[in-house]
Nanobody, 123 residues
Framework: QVHLVESGGGLVQAGGSLRLSCAASGRTFSTYDMGWFRQAPGKEREFVAR????????IYADSVKGRFTISRDNAKNTVYLQMNSLKPEDTAVYYC????????????????WGQGTQVTVSS
């Protein structure tokens, strides 16, 4: 059983930056891909980014491409989401999760969801 804990959220002005972290328990972190998702009030959970186990492959949602960067440090069992040029529409609770499925961005293919961290971008 993998336990994921997100951190790094907060309140930031539009145009600002935040870096989210997701720390994982266990000794098999490098064997699975990781993803970031977000959920705004009244909306469905949506895909943000994912990264392969080695960190060599990344996929981004069109809405964050060029502004967000996902990375991982397998020695620290941690995945990061660097968020730049933040917009009010990025306001949401951000979650990390793991998957054994390649390519997919569907939330149902991810598991071991963390508790989430709130990101609020003011205009």
């Amino acid at each position: 059983q993998v336990h994921l804990v997100e951190s790094g959220g907060g309140l930031v002005q539009a145009g600002g930056s935040l870096r989210l972290s997701c720390a994982a328990s266990g000794r098999t972190f490098s064997t699975y891909d990781m993803g970031w998702f977000r959920q705004a009030p009244g909306k469905e959970r949506e895909f943000v980014a994912r990264i392969s186990g080695t960190g060599g492959t990344t996929i981004y949602a069109d809405s964050v491409k060029g502004r967000f960067t996902i990375s991982r440090d397998n020695a620290k069992n941690t995945v990061y989401l660097q968020m730049n040029s933040l917009k009010p529409e990025d306001t949401a609770v951000y979650y990390c999760a793991k998957t054994m499925y390649a390519i997919t961005t569907a939330p149902r293919r991810f598991d071991s969801w963390g508790q989430g961290t709130q990101v609020t971008v003011s205009s």
